[in-house]
């Protein structure tokens, strides 16, 4: 995918807030093997290090203009790689911890992919993973709504965005079906106030809508994005405006 990392730092602080959520529950410990799928700016691979003293951390990511802005952090215990986390996966590779904050989202069928992420874990490892669980809100259903309708429809060939996300309870069964021994298990509502319908348009022109837009002819590009603010400042005529924003957290000790 297109990621455009200025435009997904724009509503950093935001972002920031359940990733503090999950350094709460972060176990902490020191010279561990950790991993963070789907690190992006590598902004957050670099906080983690500094949690885990002597500990070394690597970072994946599968876009490359991601990773440009995480070489900063670079040092002797924070690597980062170009590497698609299903890859990684096939490596087989063990961790004492698998971090990943808003990128499993992108990946699809987790009933299979988390018991192959926990397969990752050394005994006594820890999972912590952060996803927005906020695809039945207004600005997400909007755009599944938009792709179905013509000419849009025809030039996505029928595709459309599933949501991968599960109920927080399906994540407690398989973290316990993969002999988890202790977890915590969480949906919580950020309450984001964003100054107008724009601004949500902004936040999720850096996420939600790349995969329609990038597989969108160019001409059908700046058509459908305008179509999608016009309804959410339709829907939105207020200033500011309150963005609930769901997000399903975990952390599980194997
Ligand atoms: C919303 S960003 C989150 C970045 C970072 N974890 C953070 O919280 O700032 C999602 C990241 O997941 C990465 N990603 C999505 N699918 C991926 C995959 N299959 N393999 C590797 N990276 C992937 C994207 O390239 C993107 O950088």
Redesign the pocket.
């Known amino acids: 995918?297109a990621?455009n990392p200025d435009l997904?730092?724009k509503f950093?602080e935001e972002?920031y807030a359940p990733?503090y959520d999950l350094l709460a529950m972060l176990n902490k410990r020191e010279n561990l093997k950790v991993i963070?799928?789907?690190?992006?700016?590598?902004?957050?691979?670099h906080k983690i290090q500094l949690e885990l003293p002597g500990s070394k951390v690597l970072?994946?990511?599968?876009?490359m203009e991601?990773?440009r802005d995480a070489a900063v952090f670079e040092n002797e215990n924070l690597h980062f790689e170009h590497?698609?986390?299903?890859?990684?996966i096939q490596s087989g590779e063990k961790y004492d911890l698998i971090f990943?904050?808003?990128?499993?989202?992108?990946?699809d069928h987790h009933e299979q992919l988390w018991p192959e992420i926990i397969a990752l874990l050394y005994s006594g490892g820890q999972l912590l993973i952060?996803m927005?669980s906020n695809h039945d809100h207004f600005a997400h259903q909007t755009l599944r709504e938009i792709a179905k309708e013509s000419p849009f429809k025809e030039a996505l060939n029928g595709w459309e965005r599933i949501a991968s996300v599960l109920d927080i309870a399906i994540y407690a069964r398989i973290l316990f079906e993969q002999g988890c021994k202790e977890m915590t298990v969480y949906e919580k509502i950020y309450p984001h106030v964003l100054t107008d319908a724009n601004a949500i348009f902004e936040w999720t022109s850096?996420?939600t809508m790349i995969p329609y837009l990038e597989r969108l002819p160019d001409d059908l590009k700046t058509r459908f994005a305008n179509e999608y603010k016009n309804r959410l400042q339709t829907h939105y005529p207020e200033k500011p405006v309150f963005y609930p924003f769901k997000r399903t957290l975990m952390s599980g000790m194997f």
């Open positions: 995918m990621w997904y730092n950093k972002r990733f963070d799928l789907g690190c992006g700016t590598g902004e957050l691979s970072g994946i990511d599968a876009a991601m990773l590497l698609d986390i299903n890859e990684k990943s904050n808003a990128a499993l989202q992108w990946l952060q927005p850096g996420t």
